[in-house]
């Protein structure tokens, strides 16, 4: 069983930033992809970023340019640096880890932009 522990949420007003981070326990942290998702009241889930066991990484469209996911195995730890937030990006942000066919979640951590 792997847990999944995220960090890093808050209130930040528009174009500012954060830096989202989420820890995942097992010694074969190197070898999870780990991803990012997001859920808005009413709307289905979001794969937000996402980066393999080699550090290839992926984005959804709205958020190419602005979020940058990576990760440091040393650390058993991903993160998502969020800059020029906007208020659609106001959710709740979930991590996410996949290994040997199984999906890990953790509780999610909010992410509010307002002025």
């Known amino acids: 069983q792997v847990q999944v522990v995220e960090s890093g949420g808050g209130l930040v007003q528009p174009g500012g930033s954060l830096r989202l981070s989420c820890a995942a326990s097992?010694?074969?942290?190197?070898?999870?992809?780990m991803g990012w998702d997001r859920q808005a009241p009413g709307n289905q889930r979001e794969l937000v970023a996402s980066?393999?066991?080699?550090?290839?990484?992926n984005y959804t469209d709205s958020v190419k340019g602005r979020f940058t996911i990576s990760r440091d195995n040393a650390k058993n730890t991903v993160y998502l640096q969020m800059n020029d937030l906007k208020p659609e990006d106001t959710t709740v942000y979930y991590c996410?880890?996949?290994?040997?066919?199984?999906?890990?979640w953790g509780q999610g951590t909010q992410v509010t932009v307002s002025s």
């Open positions: 996410n880890a996949h290994y040997v066919k199984a999906d890990y």
């Open positions: 097992g010694r074969a942290f190197r070898r999870y992809a």
């Open positions: 980066i393999t066991s080699k550090g290839r990484t």
